[in-house]
């Protein structure tokens, strides 16, 4: 029997030995599937798991780019921003710990170390100069978004970020100011909501001035806190870039003033300044009426928060003789001394014609009927032109296309085409009338036969600047040869003669030589309807004429009172003075023009 029992225990021996192996391979098995699993999870992240769960943990905090300045031409600020930082914290995070831990050096190492809440406290507070107990009250709570600070610096920013204070965050603003006020305040602009331009150059240069956000990524646990060791990444903003103009801002100013005084003693409803440099077409101010100051511009109206000399088309009326002047002489229909008898109403093609003042049969120039400025001269002498001529001639002077001087709005004018003029029409566009154009229009006009009749396109941005500092100037449109320089200078002797011997008498600056032309035109009603509701005055001279070097137009819209006793003159005469004081021009030495009005 005892024999038979051992023969038993042999033979169940084996079993437990082959159980025993199967239940160690099942365990190999198992931990082989549970490795591989992690290796494929942690090693591999084939599902992209382990991003995933990082992408979780990343949250981005905004750095907003600095918006570029709007700089004068001696580099005086008209525009510029400042970046400043809003602490924010979500109460229910920063509530919940008692204390945290942040990466700092020490002894030149970077070590985790552990900060008690009432000491993150403490050093929050030392950082905004807050009461420690006023801040712990603001940091305590349930409320997951709540204003600490507001208004700091970026160096401000940069030490509370480095506290890694669980749930603090700054939140980062752009402040736009304007020193000057509404010192070319509707050129400037101003942003909607502080951040998009929303007129002026802020408007249309606001993808050049408002630069690229920068971006601050870092890790967040579960537990709300920042992960000290997680990632950190910054991608700092770039900057935009500065625009400089080709204004003079004392002189802005002082041409600003002076149109605000003519509008308001005469009560009209706009007035408008223009000063250009003849040799660059360079803006040198540009002044409106009741400009807005873009730091309050609802403090004006709508209508008043543009840049009247671009976007406001008028008939000029008789300033536009110049042109006609150039084109006769240029085409070799007459000089300035050939003689027309002019009667007290001229008739052509059934229209009669007739002057701002009675007179008789006249024996006049054409430097007399430019110089007093007769409508029956001109269409006299505009008739020898052909219709064609006369539209190409205004066309050639830049009228019926928009300066573009990088400004919303800018008018090109009304210029009908000549197949479409009426009877009339034909003969009054010879003297500004059934043609509209901007003030910058008729002082590019002008500029031309200032400048030897080189047409040059006008500027208002001079150059862009990079945050490096790196200057990019705008170059110059091609010049254009409108007229001949022996074209141009008889047109200018015809200019200044109707100052020295014509009726403009009132334009001359002493020790200088000035040439300069006036126009009157109907304003018709802003109600569409048929019929005029005042008048629209203006005067526009060069100087000095012995070598041209600025123009300047000054307009009114609408003045009260007779037209007849309405002056730009003594306006005229103050900015263009100033203009030539600001930019040390030396008085006249030679003579100047007086071609006679009359035929001997």
Avoid at 188 to 202: C, M, R, S
Avoid at 430 to 435: A, C, K, N, R, W
Avoid at 569 to 586: I, K
Wanted: hydrophobic share 35%; glycine share 10%; proline share 5%.
């Amino acid at each position: 029997m005892a024999q038979n029992s051992g023969k038993a225990s042999k033979a169940k021996a084996p079993n437990a030995t082959r159980r025993l192996r199967m239940g160690l391979g099942i365990m190999l098995t198992l931990l082989l599937v549970v490795g591989g699993k992690l290796f494929m999870v942690q090693g591999l992240d084939v599902g992209g798991m382990a991003e995933a769960a990082l992408n979780n943990r990343l949250t981005s905090v905004e750095l907003p780019a600095e918006r570029g300045s709007i700089l004068d031409s001696s580099g005086t600020v008209l525009a510029s921003s400042v970046i400043r930082y809003n602490i924010v914290v979500d109460q229910t995070v920063n509530t919940k710990t008692d204390s945290f831990r942040r990466l700092q050096t020490v002894n030149g190492k970077d070590e985790l170390v552990t900060v008690t809440r009432d000491q993150g406290i403490s050093e929050l507070a030392s950082v905004l100069g807050m009461d420690r107990d006023a801040l712990r009250d603001a940091l305590t709570g349930t409320r997951r978004y709540y204003i600490v600070a507001k208004d700091l610096k970026p160096d401000v920013e940069d030490k509370i970020s480095k506290l890694q204070i669980p749930g603090i965050v700054a939140e980062g603003t752009s402040k736009r100011v304007y020193p000057n006020g509404s010192v070319a305040g509707g050129i400037v602009g101003f942003l909607q909501d502080g951040t998009t331009g929303q007129a002026g150059l802020e408007q249309t240069q606001d993808d050049i001035l408002k630069g690229t956000p920068g971006k601050r990524v870092f890790e967040i646990g579960a537990d709300g806190l920042r992960i000290p060791v997680g990632v950190d990444q910054l991608t700092p903003a770039v900057n935009g870039k500065d625009i400089k103009l080709t204004l003079n801002s004392d002189l802005q100013y002082f041409s600003q003033q002076a149109i605000q005084s003519q509008k308001d003693k005469l009560g009209a409803e706009w007035g408008v300044i223009v000063v250009s440099d003849v040799k660059t077409g360079n803006i040198i101010a540009m002044a409106d009426t009741d400009a807005p100051d873009p730091n309050d511009p609802g403090k004006v109206g709508p209508q008043d928060r543009g840049v009247r000399a671009v976007t406001a088309a008028y008939e000029p009326g008789s300033v536009e003789k110049m042109i006609t002047a150039a084109a006769v002489i240029q085409e070799g229909k007459s000089s300035p001394l050939d003689t027309f008898t002019i009667p007290p109403t001229y008739t052509v093609d059934g229209q009669t014609f007739s002057d701002a003042f009675e007179h008789g049969t006249e024996q006049r120039t054409l430097a007399g009927i430019v110089g007093y400025s007769m409508n029956t001269g001109t269409v006299m002498v505009g008739q020898r032109l052909s219709k064609d001529q006369r539209y190409d001639w205004l066309r050639k002077f830049g009228i019926g296309e928009a300066p573009d001087i990088g400004l919303p709005a800018e008018s090109k004018g009304i210029l009908t085409p000549a197949d479409q003029w009426d009877g009339r029409q034909e003969y009054t566009v010879l003297f500004g009338q059934g043609v509209a154009q901007s003030t910058l229009q008729t002082v590019r006009a002008y500029q031309s036969i200032a400048n030897d009749g080189v047409m040059l396109q006008p500027r208002l941005i001079d150059s862009y600047i990079d945050p490096d500092g790196t200057e990019e100037r705008v170059p110059a449109k091609d010049p254009q040869q409108v007229v001949s320089k022996d074209t141009a200078k008889q047109v200018r002797d015809i200019l200044e003669s109707a100052v020295t011997e014509g009726e403009i008498k009132e334009a001359a600056i002493d020790g200088y030589r000035v040439g300069a032309k006036t126009g009157t035109s109907e304003s018709p009603c802003d109600d569409g309807k048929s019929g005029f509701c005042g008048f629209t005055a203006s005067i526009i001279g060069m100087a000095p004429m012995d070598d041209p070097r600025f123009i300047v137009e000054v307009v009114l819209q609408r003045p009260k009172g007779s037209i007849y006793g309405i002056t730009n003159g003594p306006v005229f005469r103050s900015v263009m003075s100033q203009t030539l004081r600001t930019f040390n021009v030396q008085p006249s030495t030679g003579e100047p023009a007086r071609l006679p009005q009359y035929a001997k």
